[in-house]
């Protein structure tokens, strides 16, 4: 078992642990949504570095990655202090996309799952490439997905009932230049009223990756309730300038105590 943080490999799946920290959680004292996608990419970019194909690597090539989509399902929320571990391994290859799965466990029960799907791009023109070429270093596991769900297109938002504004800083970019997808799921969640605040957690994330914003971008993050109960929401992100679409998303929410404690 790896120490915290920590990781091993074995069979190509990467395992890595992580201690939460008091900066990782929200203002209940759990992990916050924003936090686990950064542990999520943290743990995909030490498999990728060890595969030979992570992003300062692929950019010598002047290739880069591109998360594309992804669907998270959580279980249970782990609190400060806690420790836990993420199992991520390379699952497939589907036309464009290399796709990527995770399973985070505490005590070794799965408290949570993740598929995703990411594009190797052009770093200079910025299209997309096919990932065969580096199948072989991707080794992808010929196992189960940690969840039966198909990644595909999210519908458009054709009604949005609330929207926030937020401005790019330099502090949003990732080492591609362009904003980090954590972020975009902290505009996401500002912009539902009061959820965390009423004794919700999020169950359900889906995310469709669009486009780029860079430094300097004004972005409006929008919303829409999905059903009577304000439990399922439609979401999207637009960079203000020339109104293109950067996200599409769909969160589901239940009772903390339910997750928490189930």
């Given amino acids: 078992m790896p120490q915290p943080d920590g990781y091993s490999i074995e069979e190509n799946i990467l395992r890595r642990s992580y201690a939460i920290r008091s900066y990782e959680v ?20 030490s498999h990728a570095l060890k595969l030979g194909v992570s992003v300062p690597q692929l950019l010598a090539s002047n290739y880069t990655w591109v998360l594309s989509r992804i669907f998270l399902k959580m279980n249970r929320y782990p609190g400060w202090g806690d420790t836990i571990q993420v199992h991520t391994w390379p699952s497939g290859i589907q036309r464009v996309f290399a796709l990527r799965d995770f399973d985070i466990r505490q005590e070794d029960c799965t408290i949570g799952a993740c598929v995703s799907a990411w594009i190797i791009i052009d770093a200079a023109n910025r299209h997309p490439i096919r990932p065969t070429s580096f199948a072989r270093q991707l080794n992808p596991v010929d196992r189960q997905h940690v969840l039966a769900y198909p990644l595909g297109k999210l519908p458009l938002l054709k009604t949005p009932r609330i929207a926030k504004q937020f401005s790019v800083r330099y502090r949003d970019l990732d080492i591609n230049q362009h904003v980090n997808n954590a972020c975009y799921i902290e505009w996401l969640l500002e912009c539902i009223p009061g959820m965390l605040e009423n004794g919700h957690c999020l169950s359900e994330l889906e995310v469709n990756f669009l486009g780029e914003a860079l430094q300097g971008d004004s972005v409006l993050a929008r919303c829409c309730p999905q059903d009577e109960e304000g439990l399922r929401f439609a ?28």
């Fill in 235 to 262: 979401h999207d992100v637009l960079r203000e300038t020339d109104g293109r679409e950067l996200v599409r998303a769909r969160t589901t929410w239940l009772d903390t105590a339910r997750l928490i404690d189930d």
């Fill in 26 to 45: 929200n203002a209940g004292g759990r992990l916050s949504i924003p936090s686990i996608f950064n542990l999520l990419q943290d743990a995909a970019s």
